[in-house]
């Protein structure tokens, strides 16, 4: 069974950093791309990156290109989403999803849907 | 930027009943990349349709997606109480990737 484990909620404060997880396991993990979308509160999904574990090959959505870091260790099939200096806006859902087929997109971008999902990460950020 | 807006923003229907959802595009999704998800509360998306119309693995029949272009639609053809959630659908034939706002199927 396929599945995506992601790490517990956080509460942190302006300008922490903070790095969440998501370990696959169930599958070849090195094989398939993962993404993250962030949910905000009440709001809908968004598209902010992928990862190829296999070689840690990285795509950013433009929006959030220098805004996170998106990393993977390949010998304990986790990836990662991590941010240097969190805002109040950071404040979300996080969730990281698996790609079954990848897109190949304009601008070096690869694109594609998402077939499993991990059960979300709540980040808060507040003084 | 291509932007989908999901109709409508809530649909109120009764159990057994079909409900049309709406996908349009602000210009032609390459290939047909559209895919489609059902969000329960407190839960993450679950995939339904991918490429317009292929239901997902585990997908009763009662969901459809089809549409080509720049509309799209999913059906679902006799509404059980747990259908009764938020649906998103998503591009991924252009760049920035985008998602519809949700439309929000409840209980009449």
């Known amino acids: 069974e396929v599945q995506l484990v992601q790490s517990g909620a956080a509460v942190k404060k302006p300008g922490e950093s903070l790095k969440i997880s998501c370990k696959g396991s169930g599958y070849s993990f090195t094989n398939y791309w993962i993404g993250w979308v962030r949910q905000m509160p009440g709001k809908g999904l968004e598209w902010m990156g992928i990862i190829y574990p296999g070689d840690s090959d990285t795509r950013y959505s433009p929006s959030f290109q220098g805004q996170v870091a998106i990393s993977a260790d390949k010998s304990i099939s986790a990836t990662y989403l991590q941010w240097s200096s969190l805002k109040a806006s950071d404040t979300a859902i996080y969730y990281c999803?698996?790609?079954?087929?990848?897109?190949?997109?304009?601008?070096?971008?690869?694109?594609?849907?998402?077939?499993?999902w991990g059960q979300g990460t709540l980040v808060t950020v507040s003084s | 930027e291509l932007v989908l807006t999901q109709s409508p923003g809530t649909l109120s229907l009764s159990p057994g009943e079909r409900a049309t959802l709406s996908c349009r595009a602000s210009?032609?999704?390459?290939?047909?990349?559209l895919a489609w998800y059902q969000q329960k509360p407190g839960q993450a998306p679950r995939l339904l349709i991918y490429?317009?119309?292929s239901r997902a693995t585990g997908i009763p029949e009662r969901f459809s997606g089809s549409g080509s272009g720049t509309d799209f639609t999913l059906t679902i053809s006799r509404l059980e109480p747990e259908d009764f959630v938020v649906y998103y659908c998503q591009q991924y034939g252009s760049s920035p990737q985008t998602f519809g706002q949700g439309t929000k199927v409840e209980i009449k």
């Open positions: 999803a698996r790609l079954p087929h990848i897109v190949v997109l304009t601008n070096n971008l690869f694109g594609g849907y998402f077939d499993y």
């Open positions: 490429g317009a119309s």
């Open positions: 210009q032609s999704v390459r290939s047909n990349y």
